[in-house]
T-cell receptor, first 117, second 110 residues
Framework: GAVVSQHPSWVICKSGTSVKIECRSL??????MFWYRQFPKQSLMLMAT?????????EQGVEKDKFLINHASLTLSTLTVTSAHPEDSSFYIC?????????????FGPGTRLTVL | QKEVEQNSGPLSVPEGAIASLNCTYS??????FFWYRQYSGKSPELIMF????GDKEDGRFTAQLNKASQYVSLLIRDSQPSDSATYLC??????????FGKGTRLSVIA
C-alpha cells in the first residue's frame, strides 16, 4: 500500500504557458501532500505543504501566485506552474502522508520532469 | 532552523563491503528518522525508518539511532553496484514536514 502517482511524468512547454501537474494517492487518503522541486545534482527543495480543503503553506521564497496548489480531495493535489519560463525547468516531485501515520512518513510520487523552451 | 547534515560524498566502497552513511540533526525534539534512496533522475524511495535508540535491521540494511548524540546512520552490508545512489536522511518532529539532508552519494565499485 501507500502508492502515489503523478501525471504527467514529463512535459515540454513553451515559455509563457501554464502547466498542471497532478499528484494522486492511489490506495490511501492523504490529508497532507507536499510539493518538492529538484534541480540537477541538487537536493530536494520543499516548495509547499498542501492540506485538503485549505490553502497551501508555501516555503519562503516560493511565489504562491506562480505555483498554484489545489488540494481538492483527499486523494488529489495539483500544482500549476503559471507563465512558465526556462528557469522553471526542473524535476517536480510530490509526496503524501497518511493521516494514521504519526511518524511523518512521506510516500513519494515518481516525479514530473518539466522542460520549458 | 531545523537542520539535517550529511556528508555529500561521494562515498566509494568496493562491492561486498559495508557502506556506512551518517547523518546528524539539530532538533532534539525529533521523533522519527528516515532513510530514503534516490537513483539519478528518479524520486526518493523509502528504505527504512527508526524511532528508538539502538539498531534496526532490515535485510542488508541497518539503521542506527543515538538520540543523545543526535546521530543516525545507515549501514549497508554486502554492498552491490545497484546500491549506488544518493541516500537521503530525513527527520520528523511534531506536525511539520520531514526535514531532509542534502544526501550522500554512494558509489559501489565492482
Amino acid at each position: 500500500g501507500a502508492v502515489v502517482s503523478q501525471h504527467p511524468s514529463w512535459v515540454i512547454c513553451k515559455s509563457g504557458t501554464s502547466v498542471k501537474i497532478e499528484c494522486r494517492s492511489l490506495d490511501f487518503q492523504a490529508t497532507t501532500m507536499f510539493w518538492y522541486r529538484q534541480f540537477p545534482k541538487q537536493s530536494l527543495m520543499l516548495m509547499a505543504t498542501s492540506n485538503e480543503g485549505s490553502k497551501a503553506t508555501y516555503e519562503q521564497g516560493v511565489e504562491k501566485d506562480k505555483f498554484l496548489i489545489n488540494h481538492a480531495s483527499l486523494t488529489l493535489s495539483t500544482l500549476t506552474v503559471t507563465s512558465a519560463h526556462p528557469e522553471d525547468s526542473s524535476f517536480y516531485i510530490c509526496s503524501a502522508s497518511r493521516p494514521t501515520s504519526g511518524s511523518g512518513e512521506q510516500f513519494f510520487g515518481p516525479g514530473t520532469r518539466l522542460t520549458v523552451l | 532552523q531545523k537542520e539535517v547534515e550529511q556528508n555529500s560524498g561521494p562515498l566509494s566502497v568496493p562491492e561486498g563491503a559495508i557502506a556506512s552513511l551518517n547523518c546528524t540533526y539539530s532538533d532534539r525534539g525529533s521523533q522519527s528518522f528516515f532513510w530514503y534512496r534516490q537513483y539519478s533522475g528518479k524520486s526518493p524511495e523509502l528504505i527504512m525508518f527508526i524511532y528508538s535508540n539502538g539498531d534496526k535491521e532490515d535485510g542488508r540494511f541497518t539503521a542506527q539511532l543515538n538520540k543523545a548524540s543526535q546521530y543516525v546512520s545507515l549501514l549497508i552490508r554486502d554492498s552491490q553496484p545497484s546500491d549506488s545512489a544518493t541516500y537521503l536522511c530525513a527527520v520528523h518532529s511534531g506536525n511539520t514536514p520531514l526535514v531532509f539532508g542534502k544526501g550522500t552519494r554512494l558509489s559501489v565499485i565492482a
